[in-house]
């Protein structure tokens, strides 16, 4: 399930995904018909949607011009706000996520207080949050309503609450009246040498976010506790300074508090796969510290990397030596050897959209075997589970995803040729094909129109004779966006003939 259908009810999500619809047309004149078509909607019922989001648009910003065309059509080109801006305009009115705004940002939050500021009920809640609690329940979390806030590993509670909020909102604004942003900037600035993504822009604005729902929680002395798991990083480690909070003016943590809040952070930069660069500092101390320290996720990464290279990297064993892959199966690694269940992240709330290729997924199953095949040694019997060997194994394919050359192994489309017989014309299209990697073709014979995926043809008298025929029309004078439009349907093609 994805971000948007555990916090939006059926109506606002229609009106979402109609919005994320006609921001990609980027089109002057685009047929209402034709986006409740693709979008299998009612037309009457897309005409009043559309009218409702051009009237929040108009609200939104004085100056919007209509999306709103005569002849049942509409001007995509004229949307005056961004998908992260809408989101967080319809999320506004979003009981599950007016709710967690509310207990962070409240100093005594409770469920009638909710209902009264947000003229709601009690059954009215619990039926709105449905999803998102049976969301966190997979994670061990659940909502508490006497006192309004979630309950459960506060490790946990933190990652699930900093998920929600940025993803709600994408640094639109500063949800969290309840704390200043500089408190977060310095907190940023205090740990920043630890998380590669203080570096860059969006990456530091996730970390306020993320300093935001740590300050709040403490603010209501919701306090994380030391796992002894860390002992094999954080002991004896003058790297992860355990005094980094000492000075820190903000309520009245005794000492003991202090080291459990600071390995909490550390904890943070190590769970995450945000390594992208291979001479990150970060990450030549994450491989130094965890080669140099005797521990089981070193080892299993070690593992897993020399099964990659026998069972599918054989080719080209080098581009796995690369540091970033090893440092991100290690924060990967890492996190399910602290936790030992599943977890919140980003890429679990998103979703995926497109099922992998064969290939890929030969190579996630492989990996998924590999993983259950080892999980009875001793190094790994205590966090390599039947529960977290599936994730494990798809958060290890997804970091190789990358360097795997699937197409290599993928089955090819078959696409005729119907163009005029002329060689200036066929050959950049037969060269356009080629580059690929994933197509053959043929000059168009109709004895073979049973083994095309695809026929591209610069006449439509084909697509009249032969009207079960998947045809794509190219016209000689086309430019780039053609060529786009062509590669989208041949990945389209390629990935649904291979999974």
Same mark, same amino acid.
């Given at each position: 399930?994805?971000?948007?259908e555990?916090?939006m009810?059926s ?16 089109s ?7 986006i ?14 559309l009218?409702?989001?051009?009237q ?14 005569r002849?049942g ?8 706000c961004?998908?992260?801006?809408y ?20 100093d005594?939050p409770?469920?009638d207080d ?18 998102l609690?049976?969301y966190?329940?997979?994670?061990k ?24 909020t940025?993803?709600?909102v ?8 309840a704390?200043d ?8 600035d ?25 300050y ?32 820190w ?12 809040e ?6 943070l930069?190590?769970?995450i ?14 491989? /130094?510290? =965890? $080669?140099?320290?005797? @521990?089981?996720?070193?080892? #299993?990464?070690?593992? &897993? +990397? ?6 599918f ?34 890429p ?24 259950t ?33 699937? /197409?290599? =192994? $993928?089955?090819?489309? @078959?696409?005729?040729?119907? #163009?005029?017989?002329? &060689? +200036? ?10 580059e ?40 000689h004078?086309?430019?780039e ?10 990945a389209?093609?390629?990935r649904?003939?291979?999974?």
């Amino acid at each position: 399930m994805h971000f948007e259908e555990l916090l939006m009810d059926s109506s606002t999500l229609i009106k979402y995904k109609l919005f994320k619809k006609i921001m990609y047309l980027a089109s002057p004149s685009y047929p209402i018909a034709q986006i409740a078509s693709e979008m299998k909607l009612n037309y009457q019922q897309t005409v009043i949607d559309l009218t409702e989001i051009d009237q929040e648009l108009a609200q939104l910003d004085p100056e919007h011009q209509s999306i709103l065309l005569r002849a049942g059509k509409i001007n995509s080109q004229n949307l005056s706000c961004t998908l992260d801006d809408y989101r967080y305009h319809l999320l506004q009115s979003s009981v599950p996520f007016q709710f967690i705004l509310y207990f962070l940002n409240e100093d005594q939050p409770s469920i009638d207080d909710f209902c009264i500021r947000y003229n709601s009920s009690r059954s009215t809640v619990s039926r709105k949050i449905e999803s998102l609690k049976t969301y966190l329940k997979q994670f061990k979390l659940r909502f508490t309503y006497t006192e309004a806030g979630m309950a459960g590993d506060e490790r946990l509670i933190r990652l699930a609450l900093f998920n929600i909020t940025w993803l709600g909102v994408k640094g639109v604004t500063w949800p969290f009246p309840a704390m200043d942003e500089a408190i977060a900037e310095d907190l940023v600035d205090r740990f920043a040498i630890h998380f590669p993504l203080a570096r860059t822009y969006i990456g530091r604005h996730e970390l306020k976010f993320l300093a935001a729902i740590f300050y709040l929680r403490l603010k209501k002395q919701n306090y994380v506790r030391y796992d002894k798991s860390y002992n094999f990083l954080l002991k004896d480690n003058s790297y992860y300074d355990m005094t980094k909070l000492d000075d820190w003016e903000f309520f009245d943590l005794n000492p003991r508090q202090k080291r459990q809040e600071v390995s909490f952070i550390y904890f943070l930069s190590h769970i995450i796969p945000f390594y992208t660069i291979d001479d990150d500092p970060a990450l030549l101390h994450t491989l /130094k510290d =965890f $080669a140099q320290r005797p @521990n089981p996720v070193y080892l #299993l990464a070690q593992d &897993y +990397l020399a099964w990659a290279k026998e069972h599918f990297f054989q080719d080209y064993e080098e581009v796995l030596s690369q540091p970033t892959i090893l440092g991100n199966l290690l924060n990967v690694g890492f996190g399910y050897y602290t936790i030992k269940h599943p977890f919140p992240s980003i890429p679990h709330i998103l979703g995926r959209e497109q099922a992998p290729v064969r290939s890929l997924r030969e190579l996630q199953e492989g990996s998924q075997d590999f993983l259950t095949e080892i999980s009875g040694r001793e190094d790994y019997r205590s966090f390599l589970t039947p529960e977290t060997i599936p994730l494990i194994a798809k958060s290890f394919t997804e970091i190789l995803e990358p360097f795997f050359d699937w /197409k290599k =192994f $993928a089955t090819k489309v @078959n696409v005729g040729i119907a #163009l005029e017989h002329n &060689y +200036l014309l066929i050959t950049n299209l037969q060269r356009f094909l080629a580059e690929t990697r994933f197509a053959t073709w043929e000059t168009f014979n109709s004895a073979h129109l049973k083994d095309y995926d695809l026929v591209i043809t610069s006449s439509l008298i084909l697509s009249r004779q032969f009207p079960e025929a998947n045809v794509f029309f190219w016209d000689h004078t086309g430019s780039e966006p053609q060529s786009i439009a062509l590669l989208q349907h041949l990945a389209t093609l390629v990935r649904k003939k291979n999974r």
